[in-house]
C-alpha cells in the first residue's frame, strides 16, 4: 500500500520519513517550484521561512521539552536540526539552507519515498492521505479542504522577518550579548535611548505598508508572530516590553542599562546573516530600510531580505480530528503541521510525526497512539482537538496546556522548579511507551 503525504514542509517530511523508517511506500507531493507560495524561496524540502530559530532548547521550557521528547520518539528533523543548529544562546536556530538540505537529501535518497512536483487540487480518495500543505495551502486545495469539512476555514496573516549582512554592522554601538548572559553572547544588540526610541516608533507607526488583497481586509493575527507595526499600534510602551524589551541586555562596555534594544540572532552557520529578532513586519520595503537604518548599530545595515506578511490557513480541528490526528469523517485521512492548528516549527514537526507514525499503525490495522496530555505533544492534540473552544485560534507549546500537578505551596510558587517537576513527568511518559493510550 501506498500512502500520499500532501506537503513537503517540516509536518509533511517527518510524516513521510517516518511512514518510510517502517518501510512504508510513500508519495510526497510538493507544489513547489511548479507553483510557488509567495513566501519561499527555494525547491527544498523543509524550507523555513521566517524565523530560523525553533525556539528554546532548554526543557525548562516547554518548547525545549517538546524537542526533548521528539529526541526521545526518534523525530528525522530534530535531529537535523541539531546538526545544522548555530550559536544561538539557549534557543535551537539553524542555518537554513544547511537544515532544507539535509531533510531533502534524506527524503530523495530514501527508497521508499516518491516525490512528485505537482499541485494537489483534490483530497484524494483512492488512497490514504495525510494532508500536511502548510499555512501556505494553495486556493485550489483550501477550497477542498473546506467541502470536506463542511464549513468555512479559519485563517491568520503571518509575517516574516528582515535579514541583514553581520558585516554591514556597526559594532561600535552594537554589542554581543545573551539575555542575563544565559548561554554564550550569541545575540547582536542595538541600543536605543529614549530620543532613538521615540524616532524608530514614529517612522513605524507613520510608515505605509503593503497593501492587502480584498479577501485579506479581515485579517487575524496570531499573537506570537504579530507583525511589528500591529503590535506598536496598540501602546508606543508595547514594544519595550515585547521584543525590544532591554532587561537583562547590558553593554559591558559602558554598563548602561538601555531605554529599549533591537536583537539580531545569527541565521547561517557561517555567521554572515543575522535575523532581527520580532522583526516581522508588512511595511513596504522603501520604509522597512528606513526603519532598520534609524536603529543604532544599524545606519548602514545591508538588507539581504525585506519582511513580508502572508496569509496562513488552518482547519477547526477541533470538529475535524481527533487526538490522533485522525479525521472523524474520514478514517484513512489525516492531518498534520500547522493546518492542523499547531503553531511553531517544532509543534509542525511533532504532528507530522504523531500523523506518520499513526498512519503506519493504521493501515497495519494497530491501535492508533493518543499521547496524554501530561507531554507537550499530547496537550497540543488535546488542546487541538478540543471541541470546547468557542474561538479556536492556533496554539504552540506551553505550559498553560498541561493539567496542573498537586504540589505545595511553596513549589507553586517557585517557577523553575516547577517547570522541572512538569518535564520529569514529561519525559518519563513518553520513555515509558506503555503508558500510551490506544485508540481505534
Not at 13 to 39: C, D, F, H, W
Request: net charge neutral.
Amino acid at each position: 500500500m501506498t500512502i500520499k503525504v500532501i506537503g513537503g514542509g517540516l509536518a509533511g517530511s517527518e510524516a513521510a520519513l517516518q511512514l518510510a523508517k517502517n518501510n512504508i511506500n510513500v508519495e510526497l507531493y510538493e507544489m513547489r517550484p511548479e507553483k510557488t507560495t509567495g513566501a519561499h524561496q527555494t525547491d527544498k524540502l523543509g524550507e523555513l521561512v521566517c524565523s530560523n530559530s525553533l525556539g528554546s532548547n532548554d526543557i525548562g521550557a516547554a518548547s525545549g521539552l517538546l524537542k526533548e521528547e521528539l529526541r526521545i520518539l526518534g523525530s528525522f528533523l530534530i535531529k537535523f536540526a541539531d546538526e545544522s543548529s548555530v550559536p544561538a544562546g539557549n534557543a535551537l536556530a539553524v542555518d537554513r539552507d544547511i537544515f532544507a538540505e539535509k531533510i531533502t537529501n534524506a527524503i530523495k535518497t530514501n527508497p521508499y519515498i516518491k516525490v512528485f512536483n505537482e499541485e494537489i487540487t483534490k483530497i484524494p480518495d483512492n488512497s490514504p492521505v495525510i494532508i500536511a500543505s502548510g499555512p501556505l495551502t494553495s486556493e485550489s486545495l483550501t477550497k477542498a479542504i473546506i467541502d470536506f469539512t463542511g464549513a468555512d476555514n479559519l485563517y491568520f496573516f503571518d509575517a516574516i522577518a528582515p535579514i541583514v549582512e553581520k558585516d554591514s554592522v556597526n559594532f561600535d554601538k552594537a554589542f554581543w550579548a545573551s539575555r542575563y548572559n544565559k548561554g554564550e553572547a550569541a545575540y547582536i544588540n542595538c541600543p536605543m535611548n529614549q530620543e532613538e526610541y521615540d524616532r524608530f516608533y514614529e517612522i513605524l507607526t507613520t510608515s505605509p505598508k503593503i497593501e492587502l488583497k480584498s479577501f485579506e481586509k479581515d485579517a487575524k493575527f496570531f499573537e506570537s508572530c504579530m507583525p511589528i507595526e500591529v503590535m506598536a499600534s496598540r501602546g508606543k510602551d508595547t514594544l519595550r516590553f515585547g521584543p525590544l524589551k532591554p532587561v537583562g541586555l547590558i553593554d559591558d562596555r559602558t554598563g548602561d542599562k538601555n531605554f529599549a534594544v533591537v536583537q539580531l540572532r545569527q541565521d547561517n552557520k557561517a555567521a554572515t546573516l543575522y535575523n532581527l529578532v520580532g522583526f516581522q513586519t508588512n511595511l513596504k520595503w522603501g520604509a522597512q530600510k528606513e526603519l532598520i537604518q534609524s536603529i543604532p548599530g544599524l545606519e548602514n545595515a545591508s538588507i539581504v531580505r525585506y519582511g513580508v506578511m502572508h496569509r496562513n490557513t488552518f482547519i477547526h480541528s477541533p470538529s475535524v480530528l481527533e487526538p490522533t490526528l485522525q479525521s472523524k469523517k474520514r478514517r484513512d485521512l489525516f492531518f498534520a503541521g500547522q493546518i492542523s492548528g499547531v503553531e511553531g516549527y517544532t509543534e509542525s514537526i511533532a504532528t507530522g510525526l504523531l500523523a506518520g507514525i499513526n498512519m503506519g499503525r493504521f493501515i497495519n490495522n494497530e491501535n492508533l497512539l493518543k499521547f496524554e496530555p501530561v507531554s507537550i505533544l499530547g496537550a497540543l492534540t488535546s488542546y487541538i482537538t478540543c471541541l470546547e473552544h468557542k474561538n479556536f485560534q492556533p496554539i504552540n507549546s506551553n505550559w498553560g496546556i498541561l493539567p496542573p500537578m498537586e504540589l505545595d505551596k511553596k513549589t507553586k510558587k517557585d517557577k523553575k522548579l516547577k517547570n522541572k517537576l512538569l518535564a520529569d513527568r514529561s519525559i518519563d511518559f513518553v520513555k515509558n511507551l506503555d503508558c500510551l493510550v490506544a485508540r481505534e
